[in-house]
Nanobody, 122 residues
Framework: QVQLVESGGGLVQPGGSLRLSCAAS????????MGWFRQAPGKEREFVAA????????YYAVSVKGRFTISRDNVKKLVYLQMNSLKPEDTAVYYC???????????????WGQGTQVTVSS
């Protein structure tokens, strides 16, 4: 069993920055893929960013590429999502997830956190 806990969400003005964190426990962390997804009201859950376990390869949704950065600290079992130049359309609940292989499909991830709200508004 794996537990994931997100933190770092909040209210930010357009153009601002936030850093989300996801703390993992209960499983060997370094070899597993980590993903960030988001879900806005009335919309489906969508892929944001992912990071492979071994190679450290990163993947981003087109809408966030160049603005968001995913990274991990395997010693502390943490995954981060640095979000810069935030836009109102980035408003959503953000979820981290862990899986055996890196994927942009949320169905490929085995365990999920409870989510953290990000609101971008003036």
């Amino acid at each position: 069993q794996v537990q994931l806990v997100e933190s770092g969400g909040g209210l930010v003005q357009p153009g601002g920055s936030l850093r989300l964190s996801c703390a993992a426990s209960g499983r060997t962390f370094s070899s597993y893929a980590m993903g960030w997804f988001r879900q806005a009201p009335g919309k489906e859950r969508e892929f944001v960013a992912a990071l492979s376990g071994n190679s450290g390869s990163t993947y981003y949704a087109v809408s966030v590429k160049g603005r968001f950065t995913i990274s991990r600290d395997n010693v502390k079992k943490l995954v981060y999502l640095q979000m810069n130049s935030l836009k109102p359309e980035d408003t959503a609940v953000y979820y981290c997830a862990i899986g055996v292989r890196v994927s942009t499909n949320h169905r490929d991830y085995d365990f999920w956190g409870q989510g953290t709200q990000v609101t971008v508004s003036s």
